[in-house]
Nanobody, 119 residues
Framework: DVQLVESGGGSVQAGGSLRLSCTAS????????MGWFRQAPGKEREGVAA???????SYGDSVKGRFTISQDNVENTLYLQMNSLAPEDTAMYYC??????????????RGQGTQVTVS
């Protein structure tokens, strides 16, 4: 079975950093579309960052220059390094994999989410 397990969320002050991890099982992250999206209460889902099947990286406009996505195919883990965090980054962050679209979540798999709160 495919599973995605996120970790690394928490509460941080504005300007701080967090590193999210998403450990995948049931498939190889190598060559798979994997990404992060977030959703805050009352707001629409927002794509954050993704690596497509060719290794091309995309970032949402609101996180460019502050967030970095990376992948360790040996550990089958996807990372999201988040720097210069701001209150508007507060949301539940989800890992997505093997879906369609720019952020890899259409019709694919997602994890249970990890909460990021910036004050």
């Amino acid at each position: 079975d495919v599973q995605l397990v996120e970790s690394g969320g928490g509460s941080v002050q504005a300007g701080g950093s967090l590193r999210l991890s998403c450990t995948a099982s049931g498939f190889s992250s190598s060559g798979s579309c994997m990404g992060w999206f977030r959703q805050a209460p009352g707001k629409e889902r927002e794509g954050v960052a993704a690596i497509d099947t060719d290794g091309h990286i995309s970032y949402g406009d609101s996180v460019k220059g502050r967030f970095t996505i990376s992948q360790d195919n040996v550990e089958n883990t996807l990372y999201l390094q988040m720097n210069s965090l701001a209150p508007e980054d507060t949301a539940m962050y989800y890992c997505a994999a093997r879906g369609r679209g720019r952020w890899c979540f259409l019709g694919g798999y997602r994890g249970q989410g990890t909460q990021v709160t910036v004050s």
